[in-house]
């Protein structure tokens, strides 16, 4: 049996038209080599931040439905170029914008959901010997609207596709090699995984780690698509994210993520009395300003501190809304603080085993790092720092958890 492989190629793998020629090769190749293929392709690297800026240069707050009109249209060149290159060498691809294969969303401009693809379209490309080459990151609302899923969103429509095809699977191609143990740019050794659960990805995902969209992951789990990160410029295994637990032990740690572009806030000295959170917490959620870790003590004296991280972006006005309503929660006061970062550790093999926590703050602790806030789910450690030591902070967890390759050490003789 022929395999059938979604194949999902980011921005810098067609950032110019030698990429592009590079991906046509290796799309070939598969089709060649025997393989069904459907291509899933981002606009080119910059393209969407290009076209965005120029969005936000004509108004300050651009109407989400043209922004997706916008922002779909760096696709748009990419799967027409990529497809004619194709052609070039012998290969019969078409390019297909999500109108024309139905990829229906809801109607959330700018962060929209998949909620059906039609399967025909592409069933009936791959029957006739075509390889689709589709347009990543947007879809169509039910009235026919463009939506868009997000930054870093074509990762989505190739995951959605590669299950509702029920494909063998789906591989995304990118700059790096496949998911590392950490950022490769601030731990010299940090080693490619050959394998992660879908659970690890989700929160290496959400807690800062940029290989893939979060919400592709979510289909792994769902649907149980196989999924493999890999480097279109090099050969190599990648990473494969899968929905077991293989049956060997697991490393109590699996991979480091951070996020550089946190703040956090504190309520000084409210009275602790039943539903303070809600009172503070609830004008912030109403700003729609996401919060993310919460610690509340309460002092000898019976009033309480309540601290949260926002986004950086979000602080100055997390500040504001906080300040208007001081008054009303009795609070001492407000501080702040917009220099931090988080960093987390990530495991499955910590569900089985105590004393991971205390790994990671011993090394810390050894490198003179203040933690500043400490939050923990099953399966990961997170830890407030100043932003200044975040390199330090991950290369030393990194280190007292042995996630690197070994260095070699000289011969002496
Ligand atoms: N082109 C979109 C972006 O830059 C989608 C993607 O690359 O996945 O965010
Ligand atoms: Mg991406």
């Not at 075509?130 to 429509?157: H, K, L, M």
């Amino acid at each position: 049996m022929p395999r059938l492989l979604v194949q999902k190629f980011g921005g810098t793998s067609v950032r110019d038209i030698e990429r592009v020629n590079a991906v046509a090769d290796r799309v070939a190749a598969s089709v060649v080599g025997g393989d069904r293929v459907v291509v899933v392709v981002s606009a080119m690297a910059g393209e969407t931040d290009r076209l965005e800026g120029l969005g936000f240069e004509v108004v300050a707050r651009p109407p989400p439905r043209e922004m997706d009109v916008l922002l779909s249209a760096g696709e748009q060149v990419s799967v027409a170029l990529l497809s004619m290159a194709l052609m070039e060498r012998g290969c019969r691809a078409r390019s297909r914008l999500a109108l024309q294969i139905g990829i229906r969303t809801d109607g959330n401009h700018t962060k929209a959901r998949i909620e059906h693809i039609d399967v025909e379209g592409l069933n009936a490309d791959l029957a006739g010997g075509v390889t689709p080459v589709v347009a990543g990151f947007q879809g169509t609302a039910p009235n026919g609207d463009i939506t868009t899923f997000g930054r870093g969103g074509s990762d989505t429509t190739a995951v959605a596709i590669a299950a509702a095809l029920e494909a063998d699977e789906c591989q995304i191609y990118t700059d790096v090699e496949g998911v590392y143990t950490a950022d490769p740019r601030i731990v010299e050794n940090a080693r490619r995984l050959d394998a992660v659960t879908f659970e690890e990805m989700l929160e290496l995902a959400s807690l800062g780690a940029k290989v893939l969209h979060s919400r592709s992951v979510e289909f792994v789990g769902k649907y149980g698509v196989p999924l493999r990160v890999m480097s279109s410029f090099d050969e190599g295994p990648g990473t494969l994210i899968t929905t077991e637990e293989t049956t060997m032990e697991q490393p109590l740690v699996s991979g480091l993520a951070y996020a550089r572009d946190e703040a956090k806030l504190t309520v000084l000295g409210v009275p602790d009395v039943p539903g303070v959170a809600s009172k503070i917490l609830g004008p912030i959620g109403a700003a729609s300003i996401e919060v993310d870790m919460i610690v509340q003590n309460t002092g000898a004296d019976g009033s309480t501190d309540l601290t949260f991280t926002v986004r950086r972006a979000d602080y100055e006005r997390a500040r504001e809304t906080l300040a208007g309503i001081q008054k009303v929660l009795g609070a001492r006061g407000i501080e702040g603080d917009d220099r931090i970062a988080k960093v987390s550790a990530v495991g499955v093999g910590m569900k089985s085993h105590a004393g991971v926590a205390t790994r990671m703050f011993d090394a810390l602790a050894a490198e003179n790092i203040n933690i500043q806030m400490i939050s923990t789910s099953e399966i990961k450690i997170s830890v407030v720092v100043a932003e200044r030591y975040l390199e330090l902070a991950v290369r030393a967890i990194h280190d007292a958890f042995g996630l690197g390759d070994a260095i070699a050490v000289e011969d002496a003789g």
